[in-house]
């Protein structure tokens, strides 16, 4: 069965550094999703990608956050200047259509550290 | 905007029983979906139930159910005959028309063997 792979699985980086976490969506999905979990919190939002745009981000999603769907298969994530508070799991998504449902599929999740 | 409250931090319960999950919403969506996700120790998401908003039937997938009252803003997550692999964290969730996800904080299930 298809499914969302993240890598790394887990990343340790000094504060003020640039990160990428990678996600490869499911091969036939066009719609693609990153949320966050800080430790011991709800997961959130980040943002949400379709046509190799943004579709809609949150609030969180400020300009240090940027996504990017280089080659037709992998989509990341780029933190420009890591913070502490930006240490927590991060999550990809991704699924077939929009509308009112579009069962989205989660990878494993990234636990980003920041020192 | 949308508001997901689940009230319960955490919940136990005894193997083989049967237990609720409470999970309250608000949104302004005329559309929309109502989700429960299941996060195991492994932190992976995993769909567990969805239910449409505009279906009046209440969604089931094995042992599990929901009770939703649309009035109410109430989806909870009925587990019967608990086992102790669904010992995990519980996120209800809901949609907007933009397919973004709002979760709630989440509940701690324990099962006891």
């Known amino acids: 069965e298809p499914e969302v792979t993240q890598t790394p699985s887990h990343q340790v980086t000094q504060m003020g550094q640039e990160v990428i976490l990678r996600c490869v969506p499911i091969?036939?999905?066009?719609?693609f999703y990153w949320y966050r979990q800080i430790l011991g919190q709800k997961v959130e939002f980040l943002v949400s990608f379709y046509n190799n745009e943004i579709s809609e981000k949150s609030e969180i999603f400020d300009d240090q956050f940027s996504v990017e769907r280089p080659d037709g298969s992998n989509f990341t994530l780029k933190i420009r200047s890591t913070k502490l508070e930006d240490s927590a799991m991060y999550f990809c998504a991704s699924g077939r259509g929009s509308g009112t449902y579009n069962e989205q599929f989660f990878g494993p999740g990234t636990r980003l550290t920041v020192l | 905007a949308q508001t997901v409250t689940q009230s319960q931090p955490e919940m136990s319960v005894q193997e083989a029983e049967t237990v609720t999950l409470s999970c309250t919403y608000d949104t302004s969506e005329s559309d929309y979906y109502l989700f429960w996700y299941k996060q195991p120790p492994s932190r992976q998401m995993i769909l567990v139930i969805r239910q449409e908003a505009y279906k009046q039937q209440n969604a089931t997938e094995n042992r599990f159910s929901v009770n939703f009252q649309k009035a109410a803003k109430s989806f909870s997550l009925k587990i019967s005959d608990s086992q102790l692999g669904d010992a995990a964290m519980y996120f209800c969730a809901s949609n907007n028309a933009g397919n973004m996800l709002t979760f709630g904080g989440g509940t701690r299930l324990m099962v006891k063997p």
């Open positions: 091969s036939n999905h066009l719609y």
